[in-house]
């Protein structure tokens, strides 16, 4: 370490606070070696940093690309083109030719600025490639932190969960093409995600054990492992289903590879499939507009609304906890049996911290106030109240049926 000589030139050899080794070329003189190096000595003692982006300031331009060719081999192709047209659409041109060592965290919040007209969940989209790349240079000590770390996600809005119900579901089924009418209703009866869907192949469908095993996905015409790895999965095929996939399989050919194919045989595109199919079956059976993967929220909000155990649930969605269920369908869940509280009603009653509330009978039942309990209202002046005897509904109301006949109620009674 030091200051050295090669053929003309002199070299300043340090290391700074992490241990890192700087090395630079002063030129031709001793006397500014010298003082380079006491500089540099001084900055480490300051703990400054001394990194290699204070000398060759490389734009941040150059370093994404370069940080993009890493990415190659450590994400999906899918994320990767996702990456790309982040960088070229939206950091790239803003940062430009800036040197990467020089951004600042107001200069990613000016960035946040210029898009201001995208929505919350795009925005923390296209922040997921540029705090990566900070991330990744601060990892590997191109820079010293990252101007991303305190960079606050933005608050996305629920996502927006509008099921079908039976009739719905019927009204559309009816009014799709025939062709894929398969697709949908195995979409609707399995809870399936659409790129699970595009790339399923016969022989991940047994019709034997009536089950059908999730390996694979297809995101942007390209197919790759799904997206968790609980969406590795055996669904359980529900009889209707199985039904209609074995009358479908009839009609395809035996060598046919996807289980859904368009009308050519090629392997569907889920952006055809949704404007030429989906939208226009909408419209025809009079239904509101919504996103095909309202599908799968179909499938878990009616499973739930029928009493399904929620763990099985889960299991066919791909989730490895209920909290997801619960998260997103949980207002579908309905107890069959009682309200939720009544136990704790009970226990308070049992502790004498509530008078006795009585039992509500299961199904659909007509309550009546016995006489005693029934406190009509008081008498106005010059009229009767009927007997209390006389009352046959829950509630004690004093005005009578005849009464409403003699001031002209053009509601008729029926005696």
Known sequence: MGIRKRGKCWFVDVRD????????????????????????????????????FETKRTPFSDYALEWLERKKVT??????????????????????????????????????????????????????????????????????????????????????????SFPEMKLFLDAVDPHFVAYFTTAFFTGMRPNELLALKWHNVDFVMKSITIR?????GIEGPPKTLSSYRDIDMLDPLHDVLAQYRLTCPNDAVYVFRNRVGNPLSVDNLRNRVWYPALAKAKLRKRTMYQTRHTFASLMLAHG???????????????QMVFQHYGKFI???????????????????????????PEGHVLYTIPTETAK????????????SSDIQFGHTLGTDAKDLQKKGSRFPVTP
């Open 17 to 52: 606070a992490k241990g890192k080794r700087i090395r630079r070329t002063v030129g031709t003189s001793k006397a500014v070696a010298v003082m380079v190096e006491k500089d540099l000595q001084l900055k480490t003692a300051r703990g400054q940093y001394l990194g290699i």
């Open 75 to 164: 994400v999906s192709q899918s994320t990767w083109r996702d990456y790309k047209s982040i960088m070229e659409v939206y950091a790239i041109p803003h940062f430009g030719r800036m040197p990467l060592c020089l951004i600042r965290r107001r200069d990613v919040e000016e960035f946040l600025d210029k898009m201001h007209a995208l929505s919350a969940k795009r925005k923390n989209n296209v922040m997921v490639p540029v705090k990566n790349l900070f991330n990744d240079a601060r990892r590997r000590e191109d820079l010293r932190e990252s101007p991303c770390e305190l960079i606050r996600r933005f608050k996305e809005e629920k996502a927006l969960i509008d099921p079908f």
């Open 216 to 220: 694979e996905g297809r995101v942007q």
């Open 308 to 322: 399904e155990d929620p763990l099985w649930i889960a299991r066919m969605l791909g989730h490895t906890t209920l």
């Open 334 to 360: 309905r107890n069959r049996m009682r309200k939720d509280g009544v136990r704790f009603t009970q226990g308070m009653t049992e502790a004498g911290l509530c008078p006795s509330v009585p039992k509500k």
């Open 376 to 387: 009509p209202l008081p008498a106005r002046v010059g009229e009767g109240l009927e007997k």
